[in-house]
């Protein structure tokens, strides 16, 4: 995505149509109501098969505008996705023309009729528009201005204002490309303060990064009306068009006004640090339910505690090496309080009446069937609390709680990082070496987030 656009506007052969000049009449400014829909977003990308084809179906689709060329960051696209408030799907069409927002405003619905425009795929992204041939190559290109108003209406309906998809920079994924979503948390890496948003006349990756140091790129056109500003400091959120260049999502600013670096930033907030007053509380694998399984951590101290940089690890049966680990950084745990770690936040809200405090994956740590290893780790590598015997399977030993749980015993104050089975009471399915033979039950059996 890094080509330059002016070039791309060089090299450009359109076989749609012929424009011997460019004095032509813009887009129609009449809104419509009488244009049936018949097609999906879905049936339109499916007719792709791994090059660019006309399309020969008399479809149309709708769509809600969601990018803006006003301040100069989008350049002759218009993205659309399917819904403006909970959208599943995107889209773009490429256009030959300027000051685009002011015929397909942002929020605005519009109509596509697809007959003789051309669907192209280009580094993951799927485009609509005319082609244009490169070095033999046929592409999708802008579609010449003098035909947009054949293919693009706006609907009569009321401007509705698109609201964004809420997301981390780790939990994005296919799902939300080609939408509008707000990236929360996130601040420009130190090193690029200071430098503009973009050098001239150039598309500029500049890159966003979170506190934990996942990263996402923010692209930004060296034509914009923001090109010179200095990129903020500060940390918070950023609103825009989630795109995909290959394997990597980058994110496209309207202007702006997406930009909100209220916050301080990552260096400022409470560095990394140890503690033994956190550690493993219960372990819970029901017998009736295997989506109610979560872990618990408590908090000894008499102030809350921060988790960034901590991890929880589990070793699977009697692997010695690390089966699979989990990220803590996002938790701050209560004076005397818990945290509650389920892999399967649905199903643990249904089952026990409020939500986990962290939802994660499958077969994470928090996702053990009772008889794997699991290690709670600080900031800086080293073992604060241990449930099992890392290189031992659980099974018929005193660490198992298959179809049971795992609770730490009301005195035990600190963590421990060499296993003591006297420091717990555990229940199973089999009652061997000393544990308690009685399996247990969702919800009645367990009390996540208290220690009782």
Not at 425 to 440: K, V, W
């Given at each position: 995505?890094?080509?330059?656009?002016?070039?791309?506007?060089?090299?450009?052969?359109?076989?749609?149509?012929?424009?011997?000049?460019?004095?032509?009449?813009?887009?129609?400014?009449?809104?419509?109501?009488?244009?049936?829909?018949?097609?999906?977003?879905?049936?339109?990308?499916?007719?792709?098969?791994?090059?660019?084809?006309?399309?020969?179906?008399?479809?149309?689709?709708?769509?809600?505008?969601?990018?803006?060329?006003?301040?100069?960051n989008f350049f002759s696209v218009l993205h659309f996705q399917d819904d403006p408030l909970n959208p599943t799907d995107g889209f773009q069409i490429e256009i030959d023309l300027r000051d685009s927002h002011i015929f397909y405003p942002m929020g605005s619905k519009i109509f596509i009729k697809l007959k003789g425009l051309?669907?192209?795929?280009?580094?993951?992204?799927?485009?609509?528009?005319g082609t244009f041939i490169s070095f033999g190559n046929v592409s999708v290109g802008r579609l010449p201005a003098a035909v947009v108003g054949n293919h693009v209406f706006v609907s009569c309906d009321e401007i509705v204002e698109p609201r964004p998809i809420l997301v981390?920079?780790?939990?994005?994924?296919?799902?939300?490309?080609?939408?509008?979503?707000?990236?929360?948390?996130?601040?420009?890496?130190?090193?690029?303060?200071?430098?503009?948003?973009?050098?001239?006349?150039?598309?500029?990756?500049?890159?966003?990064?979170?506190?934990?140091?996942?990263?996402?790129?923010?692209?930004?056109?060296?034509?914009?009306?923001?090109q010179a500003q200095?990129?903020?400091?500060?940390?918070?959120?950023?609103?825009?068009?989630?795109?995909?260049?290959?394997?990597?999502f980058q994110l496209?600013?309207?202007?702006?006004?997406?930009?909100?670096?209220?916050g301080k930033r990552c260096e400022n907030l409470i560095d990394e640090f140890t503690s033994t007053l956190i550690f493993i509380s219960e372990l819970a694998d029901p017998d009736n339910n295997s989506g109610a399984r979560f872990v618990e951590l408590y908090n000894a101290d008499s102030q809350p505690l921060s988790l960034r940089g901590w991890a929880l690890r589990r070793y699977t049966n009697a692997n010695t090496e690390v089966s699979s680990s989990l990220d803590l950084s996002e938790l701050t745990i209560a004076a005397g309080s818990t945290v509650v770690i389920s892999p399967n936040a649905e199903e643990f809200e249904i089952v026990y009446g409020f939500k986990p405090d962290l939802?994660?994956?499958?077969?994470?740590?928090?996702?053990?069937?009772?008889?794997?290893?699991?290690?709670?780790?600080?900031?800086?590598?080293?073992?604060?609390?241990?449930?099992g015997v890392i290189g031992e399977d659980g099974s018929g030993t005193n660490h198992e709680f298959e179809d049971g749980r795992a609770v730490r015993n009301l005195n035990i104050m600190n963590g421990n990082p060499m296993y003591t089975f006297s420091e717990w009471?555990?229940?199973?399915?089999?009652?061997?070496?000393?544990?308690?033979?009685?399996?247990?039950n969702a919800p009645e059996d367990f009390g996540p987030g208290k220690r009782d």
């Open positions: 995505m890094k080509k330059s656009i002016a070039l791309l506007a060089v090299i450009s052969v359109w076989t749609t149509s012929c424009i011997k000049n460019r004095n032509f009449d813009p887009p129609r400014s009449t809104c419509v109501s009488d244009i049936a829909v018949n097609a999906t977003f879905a049936q339109v990308k499916n007719l792709y098969v791994d090059e660019t084809i006309q399309i020969l179906e008399d479809w149309v689709i709708e769509g809600y505008v969601i990018s803006s060329d006003k301040a100069g051309y669907l192209g795929k280009s580094r993951e992204v799927f485009k609509l528009g981390t920079v780790d939990a994005i994924g296919d799902a939300v490309a080609n939408t509008l979503v707000t990236v929360e948390n996130v601040e420009f890496l130190e090193e690029e303060l200071g430098l503009p948003f973009a050098t001239e006349r150039e598309e500029t990756e500049r890159n966003l990064t979170t506190c934990n140091d996942n990263q996402l790129i923010m692209l930004n056109s060296g034509f914009s009306d923001f200095a990129l903020p400091e500060g940390n918070g959120s950023v609103t825009g068009v989630l795109v995909k260049d290959r394997d990597d496209i600013i309207r202007d702006l006004n997406d930009i909100d670096f209220s939802g994660v994956r499958t077969n994470s740590p928090a996702d053990s069937n009772g008889d794997d290893n699991l290690e709670l780790v600080d900031p800086f590598g080293a073992v604060i609390d241990i449930f009471t555990i229940y199973n399915d089999s009652g061997e070496a000393g544990t308690i033979d009685l399996p247990q």
